[in-house]
Each structure stands twice: as C-alpha cells, then as structure tokens.
C-alpha cells in the first residue's frame, strides 16, 4: 500500500501537471471504484483543479467550486501520466482523467478490487474522510507523546492506526522500529519517556529520508507503477526476512497475522527473544522457541 512517502511524491508530480488545469473528461472503466452517487463525477468535468493534497494515505483533487475528488489506493492501486490518446487499455485500467497536458491513469492489479474514489461536495463532506491522525513529521513532541499513548497498543498498531498517526502502514512501521530499536509487540503504555522521544526521532527520520529518496529516484518524472512499492532496496528489515540485518548481521525475523506482517531484528530490536508466530506457535505448542538460537536448534532436528 502507498504510505506517506509515496503519496507524498505521488502529490508533488500531480502538482506540477496538473493544478490551474481543467479536468475535462473523467472516464470509469470500472463501476466498482466509485463509492459515491451524489454529487456525480460527471459533475467535476471541466472545473480547474485547485490543489491536490494528501489525507492520510489518500489523494485528494481539490476543484472549483469546493468539489473534491478523493482517492484510496489500498494495496494494489497505482496511477500512471500518460500521453493523451497513448494510454493502453488493459484490464488493471479503472478510470481514467484527461487533462490539456496528459491523461491520469489509475489502474490496480490483481483480482481484488478495493481502490476507492468519492466524489464529495464542501469541507465538512471532505472531513469525515479524515481518520483523524497526526501528521507524523510535522506535529510537535508533545503532540506525539500524548497520541501514542491515548490509547495502549503494540506499538506496530499504534504506529498503522490512522486514528493516531497519518499515513503509515506495513512497511514504514517496520523501519521506524528498527531504526528506534523497540520490539513491534511492546505495549504503548510502557513506554518510558526517552523510548517516545526515541520513537519519534526514528518516525521522521525514516519517513523524511524516503521522501527524500522517492523524490530524487522520480527526478520529476512520474512514478511509475513498478516504483511504487512496500519493497524497496535499502530497507533494514520490511521485506528481509531472513536476511541479515544491516546493523548487527542476525536473521531478521517475521510475524505474520492477518494480510500483515511485522518484520523486526530480535537481537536488535527485542533483546535476542523471539516473538510468538500465531501460526508457528500452534504448530510448536510449548516448544515454541524463545531465542535464534533455540530456533536453529529446532531446525537442525528437523
């Protein structure tokens, strides 16, 4: 799913293309992306595009007129900058934009179809998709103190939940526990006041530097579908499953549940102990293994 970073640059090259520009056609291809009746899309033709900004992991199109067209990725969605006319018409296509300079694409692959468009009139409409979380990079220390802990969760749900931080997801959170080096399961009401300091440090560091990074891989250039990623080279742990951990060399670890995963350094990250698998603890019972070394043993006997 596209997290901060990538919607981030996903705004800043829709910017440059397309604010002060008539939206003058908007085409579905597929009936199932919009979620809204009224006001219709139609109704968004041929008024300029004010701005475009991010909600949380959403994009939104502001237009004249206060009409809003706001769009959720989810997992698979992607948007591709074409040439007016050029754009293939494959079966991932779900609608599409033309504007005097090019046409927006947005397509998703796979057979699940949860990208979402809402077509909404007036800032009170526009507000209710707000989840409610802070900005992450912008907000103040305090700010973050007080909504880490409003609630007491693992520290991988706080940091996901849109309720208390504004568009982070799998991937991201995954780095900024590594990087604060705090265990994915620990609970946000034992938290002590330098691991919230710790935590936030890690949440803007690691989100600024892949800002930063997306942009200078799009150079200007749009992203394209392939660029837009949970997988990326350079990531500590999100995806490296039992690869070294670039800051100490043991395995990296992962617990799945749910669609997600945490991925997380044990020597690092939770003082050498493993973190029970639900589907590993099942099959081990009372001899799940606590340390990578009890885990190596396990394996040589199999």
């Known amino acids: 799913m596209p997290e901060l ?29 919009l979620r809204t009746a009224a006001p219709r899309l139609e109704e968004a033709e041929g008024r300029t595009v004010g701005r475009v900004f991010r909600i949380g992991k959403r994009i939104v199109l502001g237009l004249d007129g206060a009409l809003f067209l706001v769009f959720h990725l989810m997992i698979a969605g992607r948007f591709r900058w074409t040439e007016r006319g050029r754009a293939p018409r494959s079966k991932i296509d779900l609608a599409a934009f033309d504007f005097p300079s090019g046409e927006l694409l947005l397509t998703e692959a796979g057979t699940r179809k949860r990208a979402s468009l809402h077509v909404v009139l007036g800032d009170e409409a526009l507000a209710a998709h707000d989840p409610g979380g802070i900005d992450p990079i912008g ?24 309720r208390i931080l504004s568009g982070i997801g799998n991937a991201y959170s995954d780095e900024i526990l590594h990087r604060a080096r705090l265990s994915p399961a620990k609970r946000t009401k034992d938290l002590g006041g330098d691991e919230v300091r710790n935590l936030r440090d890690a949440t803007v560091a690691v989100l600024s530097e892949w800002t930063r990074r997306l942009r200078d891989e799009t150079a200007g250039s749009f992203p394209g579908p392939g660029r837009v990623t949970a997988f990326r080279e350079g990531m500590a742990v999100h995806g490296r499953f039992g690869k070294p951990c670039p800051a100490c060399g043991s395995p990296v670890q992962r617990i799945a549940y749910a669609e997600n995963e945490a991925n997380y350094c044990s020597t690092c990250q939770t003082g050498g102990r493993l973190l029970a698998d639900r589907s590993l603890s099942r099959l081990f019972r009372g001899d799940w293994p606590r340390t990578l070394e009890e885990m190596e043993a396990l394996r040589g006997r199999a």
């Open 5 to 33: 970073p990538d919607v981030t640059v996903y705004v800043e090259c829709l910017e440059r293309r397309i604010v002060g520009e008539p939206l003058e056609r908007a085409r579905l291809r597929s009936p199932f992306l």
């Open 139 to 162: 907000s103040s220390a305090e700010a973050f103190d007080a909504a880490i802990r409003r609630e007491n969760h693992t520290l991988k749900r706080a940091l996901t939940d849109p």
